[in-house]
């Protein structure tokens, strides 16, 4: 039985790619998870506890984790709980490890940039270096095809929240305007 986790944290240390008994790859590294709290008598936050918890992480995701992630960012996990009792000569404990589902950036804290991995035997189309360089070019066209037909939702529109007028346009942006 396993326990599903949400954790947000710090990697520690750098990703190390490691291999199964049956040769497969796993990214694995450390997860630095911390809690805050408020202070009253000082009226400002402070740190607490942190918790470390151990990741590993199989597949392609995995592949994508070593080939995306470093020291130090701050991430968001999903994943399954295991915990494990060890024991030597001088000392018992229990880890915390993580079987990582889903991995991501922390966007509260920076930006990052998605490209999607390429299918097997398919042929991957390049994103433009920057967006400037989407200027009306074919290839740019067609990313924009294969992004709207792989991410699109039907009938939504691909123009940005509070553009335009009516509904969700200009008209949302009003300050004056109650919801």
Known sequence: MSDHITLVGNIVGDIEQRATRAGGSVAA????????RLDKERGEWVDAHTNYYSISVFGELGA?????????ERVVLSGRLRLREWETETKRGVSADVVADAIGHDLRWGTTRFDRTPKPGGQAEAAPASPADDSGSAGAARQDAAEESAWSVPGASREPVGVGTGAGGADAMDPDRPF
Do not use: I, Y
Not at 29 to 36: I, K
């Open 29 to 36: 590294f450390r997860l630095a998870v911390g809690e805050r």
């Open 64 to 72: 994508n984790a070593l080939r995306s992630l470093r020291k130090g």
